[in-house]
């Protein structure tokens, strides 16, 4: 089987074409690449030799959507639903974790509804330059957004009193400047898309554009899991330190609340340590000038399904967990099983008095 030109970064780098390449100072100067012209690169799937691995990989990932539209995304949608209208209902009482929880489910529904663009996977989306930077930067809003969220949970559950007075004394001033370091956030990822003077022509898209620089992923690690990730580590170090929350009954009591913040990280940790890992691998292959083997490209695609699926994971918790929205649901079944059990009663008291 012949050698495949894309294979390797020195391979590709030979196969550029002379306007992807710029002269340095002097008449004698050799050649090189511009580090951040993405001309090159493609999807395996749509270039590999390898045709029965382009197959098996796409056969997994189709399968793999088809669960997630039919099981994931109607179960988010209906807990996220759900959740959200018990927090509107009870919006006079909300506490500072109710609130924060209320932000974490709206967010949830929103992604699940921009993930609903991974429906046609194996095959991708197909648009202009300018719409894939859009989705991608509603996408990041949402992963920053959530990330901080989590984040910004513990403080009242772990640490009530004085070390979160601010947060009590303006929830809603709280949560718009969490609003406001998630959309700065994503803006400065979605700049590095390197798209913006050419925002017309025709792309696959992604919520992470495979084109975009490897700045992107970089970045995008480091703001949306890294530095969350060091400030909890330092977060939960400054709480073993902390004996004072221990002294009042009160919060003794908050174990139910503290069962779903913990819920919550684990679960987001879980998700975005497979995504993460994912997306670094991908700006590793960018920077060895490698697009990667169809595998690749599967485990990608896994790894957005997966950060896709933490939503419907949070909304079920928030669902089973978090008192309030428990308290509705359990109120819910008891009406339900009232009203089967009052028609059957009439069902047959009715075929008793035709009797």
């Not at 921009?114 to 992963?143: E, H, I, K, Q």
């Not at 073993?240 to 221990?246: M, S």
């Not at 993460?276 to 896994?302: H, T």
Request: one cysteine or more; aromatic letters at 8%; a positive charge.
């Amino acid at each position: 089987m012949a050698e495949h030109p894309w294979g390797k970064g020195a391979r590709a780098a030979h196969s550029l074409s002379p306007p992807n390449w710029e002269r340095n100072a002097g008449p004698t100067a050799p050649l090189k690449m511009d580090p951040h012209n993405m001309s090159w690169i493609h999807y395996p799937s749509h270039m590999s030799p390898a045709v029965e691995d382009v197959i098996a990989s796409q056969s997994v990932i189709s399968r793999c959507v088809h669960v997630y539209v039919a099981l994931c995304v109607p179960l988010s949608l209906v807990t996220g639903i759900f959740n959200l209208t018990v927090f509107i209902r009870g919006h006079a009482r909300l506490g500072l974790l109710d609130m924060l929880l209320a932000g974490l489910t709206v967010t949830s529904i929103l992604v699940t509804l921009l993930s609903l663009s991974v429906a046609s996977r194996p095959d991708y989306m197909l648009t202009t330059n300018l719409g894939c930077g859009v989705l991608s930067f509603l996408s990041n809003v949402c992963y920053f957004m959530a990330q901080y969220l989590q984040g910004v949970t513990l403080i009242p559950s772990f640490l009530p009193g004085s070390a979160g007075c601010l947060l009590w004394a303006r929830p809603a001033a709280s949560l718009a400047a969490i609003g406001g370091c998630a959309v700065c956030s994503s803006l400065i990822v979605v700049s590095l898309l390197g798209t913006f003077r050419e925002p017309y022509k025709t792309t696959l898209c992604q919520a992470d554009p495979l084109t975009a620089w490897p700045e992107y992923e970089i970045v995008k690690f480091s703001l949306g899991f890294a530095l969350a990730l060091v400030l909890q580590l330092l977060f939960l170090l400054l709480c073993t330190t902390q004996l004072a929350w221990r002294a009042t009954p009160e919060q003794r009591n908050a174990s139910s609340e503290r069962r779903v913040v913990l819920a919550v990280a684990l679960n987001m940790f879980t998700c975005r340590l497979f995504y993460n890992v994912a997306l670094l691998q991908r700006a590793r292959l960018k920077l060895q000038r490698d697009v990667g083997s169809p595998r690749d490209e599967l485990v990608m695609n896994l790894a957005e399904l997966a950060l896709s699926g933490e939503s419907c994971v949070n909304s079920v918790v928030t669902l089973l967990l978090h008192v309030p929205c428990k308290l509705a649901l359990l109120g819910l079944v008891g009406r339900l099983t009232r009203r089967c059990r009052r028609g059957s009663d009439n069902s047959i008291s009715l075929s008793r008095v035709e009797g």
